[in-house]
C-alpha cells in the first residue's frame, strides 16, 4: 500500500500558471509509472501526464508543450508544472502510481500519448487538489 498526497491546487487566471506536489508515503518501485489525471465536473477522469524514471514522459495531448511532469526519486515526489493555463483546465487533479502489472503504463509509452478513455487497471490515487481557471 502506498498513500498519496497532493498540494498546489488553487484558483488562477487564464494564462497563469501553477505547480502541483504530490508526495507519496514510501519509495515507489520501479514496478510502477508514476502519473496524473483529472476530473472536470461531469466527465470522466482523464490520463493528462506520465512518467516512467529515465524510460519515457508522455502527455495527453490536451495538455503537450504547457504541462511537465517530473518526479524527485529521493522525496518519493511527482510535479506537475502547469503554464498557460485555460479554463478547460479546471478540474480535480490526481496523481497515481500505475502498476506495470496492468497494460497502461506500456500502453501510453508505446502510443507515445495518453489516449483520452486509456484508465489504469491497477493503481493507488491521491485524494485530489482543486484547479479552478478563470477567464
Known amino acids: 500500500q502506498v498513500q498519496l498526497a497532493e498540494s498546489g491546487g488553487g484558483s488562477v487566471q487564464s494564462g497563469g500558471s501553477l505547480r502541483l506536489s504530490c508526495v507519496a508515503s514510501?519509495?515507489?518501485?520501479?514496478?510502477?509509472?508514476l502519473a496524473w489525471f483529472r476530473q472536470a465536473a461531469g466527465k470522466e477522469r482523464e490520463g493528462i501526464a506520465a512518467?516512467?524514471?529515465?524510460?519515457?514522459?508522455v502527455y495527453a495531448d490536451s495538455v503537450k508543450g504547457r504541462f511537465i511532469i517530473s518526479q524527485d526519486s529521493v522525496n518519493n515526489a511527482l510535479y506537475l508544472q502547469m503554464t498557460s493555463l485555460k479554463p478547460e483546465d479546471t478540474a480535480v487533479y490526481y496523481c497515481?502510481?500505475?502498476?506495470?502489472?496492468?497494460?497502461?503504463?506500456?500502453?501510453?509509452?508505446?502510443?507515445?500519448?495518453?489516449?483520452?478513455?486509456?484508465?489504469?487497471?491497477?493503481?493507488?490515487w491521491g485524494q485530489g487538489t482543486q484547479v479552478t481557471v478563470s477567464s
Open positions: 497515481a502510481v500505475v502498476s506495470h502489472r496492468g497494460a497502461w503504463c506500456d500502453t501510453v509509452q508505446v502510443r507515445d500519448v495518453i489516449p483520452p478513455g486509456l484508465s489504469p487497471e491497477y493503481a493507488y
Open positions: 514510501r519509495e515507489i518501485p520501479g514496478s510502477y509509472c
Open positions: 512518467i516512467d524514471r529515465d524510460v519515457f514522459t
